[in-house]
């Protein structure tokens, strides 16, 4: 096993895109290059693996997409990939190609796509962890989860502007559907009074109080993560019945969160991935995600790359002190 | 022209809040501390001068402020103005503070009180166009509209980003109550694909069936006005329609459109007009609006500063070639 | 009116590069593809002329590139284009190809090109106004200017929070070799302190002694443009002499001006001229730049399209009452 | 000693402002205001400390200046303080009013400073790490590095526009006067051609070639970092040297990369280690810095946080790979 040199790795992006999967593929392709490999691009995730849409890539080509949001390559859901006929014929392509080598930039679901890829495939498959909610396990952050904080904080920056000018509340809901971690640090990041996530035991109640109650000469803003059960709609509401004449707008930021350039940290992160994923390939590892943990490179198996619900104890604690 | 000196004015800003705002405090300060002017500020529009809530300005404090959205005087609207009491405490606050000229910023509503509020007090009044609808006769572009615009496409590129990346079709609703100029300008430009605005006689069926069937390799994105009849949602429903497995988002940019540093051009146009405000007091001009037309400073008088719900020829005819 | 059809319109991009240029490109292409024109690039400006070096354009292409700063087709100084023999390459280079209408978006000095070149070739030339610089007779603004004020505001604003964070004198260079419109616009729209242009016949001794007294408990910030006679050096050092202990710092904002996704105005400038241009074609204009004047297209013979040095009366009393 | 309870802390802000240290600010005030701390700011770092400038400051105040560059606190160089008479006045000022723990946010010179005074003081100093650099021990990032990094990647990117339309070889100077951390970070994520720093042994001759030999269809971007032995200028004097008719320019970015609003995640940074200085003085901590050390919070010793001026291993392999 040790001795096999590889010599044509291919690359994806499958589920949600995420700011830094162009600077993760320049990255790849860069350390390929130097490395003699060639490298080919899959293009629309597990569907054009099933299709065998492929294009070479050059490092040269990629350099210049480094600081574009989206990916280069495209993403798509596959049904057909949930077969065993169309994983049979992604198989095939890659055979076809010459293919000895698979990176997948994706969140859990892609990687755990290749966990049963790897029941008729046996070459090395290694995942980059890219996803804009932060959720998973065997990463300190993923890809395009500081892009979208960033892009979530200047657009409430904005909306701090004109909720002032009129002294009014608030709801703003930020994208995280499992996980509260953009609408933690996007609340922390702006100021912002309250913040209403799933993972938390908050008194809700009380919360909304503050809001309703409110009367200061002032804004006051709540930060909603979209996969809060209470939602900006229903918190809108209970905050009217508790003051009927209170002046509130909500503003969900949607899909905005998922696009831009990317931030200069998810550049970095995307990069040094893309680097580490092919040197797990040049020193035979399989079926593992890369990850900075700790801020340190990391490898961890795909069995163990789960979605973490929970918010740490330091992130819960501070929600404690600055939603009160 | 009547040699009265003028000595104390007072400014408020007043209905939605726009950036640039701010940097129009700024040219009146400056303009009025050169002349030797005492300048007061009324906090929260109409609200503040029914309830007397003055701060003096200085121009060195504004100077901070030229570059920040919202505004330092806070806005609100008032119930209380509407009725001749309000008006006539209004009118004693003004004379127990010897101001003996008035500038307001904000759109035509607030024209029109000033116009009811000429029946009791006979001091100048000075208009300046504060709104991000850029829907006034009398000014080429009000204040705010070029910010909102920017924010606008600065939003709309991330979302190309990630709708180029999955090949989706994307709504995105932007402001403009009653007229389509945000939409136009920020649909153009970001090469959006199609435009539903109020004014237009547009052929719907036609756009809709352009998004329905559209299976290029590539996003479809349509930019509507949040005052277009059909709107975001029975947009989004009747391409489904048509086409029941369309990949389809929505996206309501909300008020971050209305926050935000303003633009350059708003920041000179607040300048401009701010200085021009109280030029205009000076050479004894009053009840009428300042603003910029065909590119140079001009007055409308408050009659007939009516909002214009028509988009020009020129634009009418380029929304006819870029939505197509 | 004369019944000649165009079939075949060719463009290119020359000078300094401007954000917009990308959008004018896709004005042109829209506008070509509508009324059944074919339309090819002429890559770096002249030099490609004489290369004979063109690409078709399409469209659908362009409508990806509005957003982005720079110029798709490049652009260069040509010497070889300064020759008879180079112009006559280029002749043989446009009748080859069939094309039977220019379009040249850049500075006086392309203009001055193409009349020059009129004189062995009588295809209709068409300009459209691309410089950051905003100094050119026949247009309110051109095509870069409001970007790279932007560029420059945003830049200044940043300045600001360090400036003030340390009471310090800052002397920010913006570009603008021959004109200060750029300074002019990015010092009132940032509240800076004072303004050294070529244009004005300010007291520079009385200047530089605010700056050097200043002893406020605040930030000072003079904004350069780069066509001064005195530049941001010799106002440092004029500054020192007068108070040796003064905590200053230059910056120079350089090329960062250039460059950058277009601003919204430029955006829709780009658009409406790159659309005009193609209709002047159609109307067999030739030898005209399109502009915007007072706010409403225009056309100036290509001999009229001077450059203007002089800002107008109105920014000149602004730089009065706000540099001092 | 671990029964005092500490009733009033004072903070302050000293050496060079970074983007951030409002965020610290924040963090401070509303830990300690949940904690039933009274807090009072000293402004201008060591000088304010000397002349007792000291004003109260409350969370609620601080909550509009989380998201703001610079320091609200404002901060100086004192030779004052450097002197045992400096320090007496100083420790008077803290006993007057009644102060009994010192936070200072800077840098390696700031707490060598605390180090010297608490030879005559002895209520507990804590330091937090804030400085553009990233080059102190004992934190994976310093407060405002994440900001400068964005600050440089966009200007870099804006540049990359105009270079690419010109195929130019541009030369962008960026901050870190003895280490080259944002050299690096910036010229990755930007996709830069040739990185210059300090701490690398690269061949400079072999880099300097491939930017005089560069002829591709392309742009040439190099980063250098202000600290570099070559710097920009003699770096373009080289390469004129080997290639005298390179279209070359140089930008440096200065200070801009100061200021700025803060990045998301400098915000959160400048959250958690206010907090986190606010609980060590509750745990009787002293003469600490607080950091986050792999994604840990963590205190290191003020003795042991020396300037760091190396970078690590990974990212010296890094610039192998990309600077090639």
Redesign the interface.
């Known amino acids: 096993m040790k001795n096999i040199k590889r010599q044509h790795i291919a690359v994806f992006?499958s589920g949600?895109?995420s700011?830094g999967m162009n600077?993760a593929l320049?990255g790849i392709a860069?350390?390929a290059e130097?490395s003699g490999i060639r490298l080919s691009g899959i293009r629309k995730g597990y569907e054009g693996l099933v299709d065998g849409d492929l294009v070479l890539l050059d490092a040269h080509k990629l350099?210049?997409?480094?600081?574009?949001?989206?990916?280069f390559l495209?993403?798509?859901r596959s049904k057909r990939f949930l077969t065993l006929e169309g994983r049979q014929r992604a198989l095939r392509n890659l055979q076809k190609n010459d293919i000895d080598a698979l990176i997948a930039i994706g969140g859990d679901g892609t990687f755990k796509g290749l966990l049963v890829f790897s029941e008729i495939c046996d070459i090395p498959f290694i995942g980059i962890p890219g996803t804009i909610d932060n959720d998973l396990a065997g990463t300190?952050f993923t890809l395009g989860f500081?892009s979208a904080?960033?892009?979530?904080?200047?657009?409430i920056?904005?909306?701090?502007?004109?909720?002032?000018?009129?002294?009014r509340v608030?709801i703003v809901e930020v994208m995280g559907r499992d996980s509260g971690y953009i609408a933690i640090?996007?609340a922390?990041?702006?100021?912002a009074d309250a913040i209403l996530i799933p993972e938390s035991g908050q008194d809700f109640v009380q919360l909304l109080k503050r809001a309703a109650n409110y009367n200061r000469e002032?804004a006051f803003i709540v930060i909603v993560s979209e996969g809060d059960e209470l939602g900006a709609e229903i918190a809108a509401s209970k905050i009217k019945e508790l003051k009927p004449d209170v002046d509130l707008?909500?503003?969900?930021?949607?899909?905005?969160q998922?696009?831009?350039?990317p931030?200069?940290?998810d550049?970095?992160l995307g990069?040094?991935l893309g680097?580490a994923s092919v040197k797990s390939i040049l020193s035979e590892k399989k079926n593992v995600m890369v990850g900075v943990?700790?801020?340190?490179?990391s490898l961890t198996p795909f069995e163990q790359v789960v979605k973490q619900h929970q918010v740490n104890n330091?992130l819960y604690e501070?929600v404690n002190?600055?939603s009160?």
């Open positions: 992006t949600g895109d700011p600077a320049y860069k350390k130097q350099q210049k997409m480094v600081h574009r949001g989206g990916t495209k993403t798509a300190d500081d904080v960033n892009t979530a904080i200047e657009n920056d904005k909306i701090r502007d004109t909720a002032e000018s009129h002294n608030f640090h996007s922390l990041g702006t100021g002032d707008r909500i503003t969900k930021l949607g899909h905005v998922r696009g831009g350039n931030s200069a940290a550049r970095m990069i040094r680097v943990l700790n801020n340190e490179l330091e501070l002190i600055f009160k």
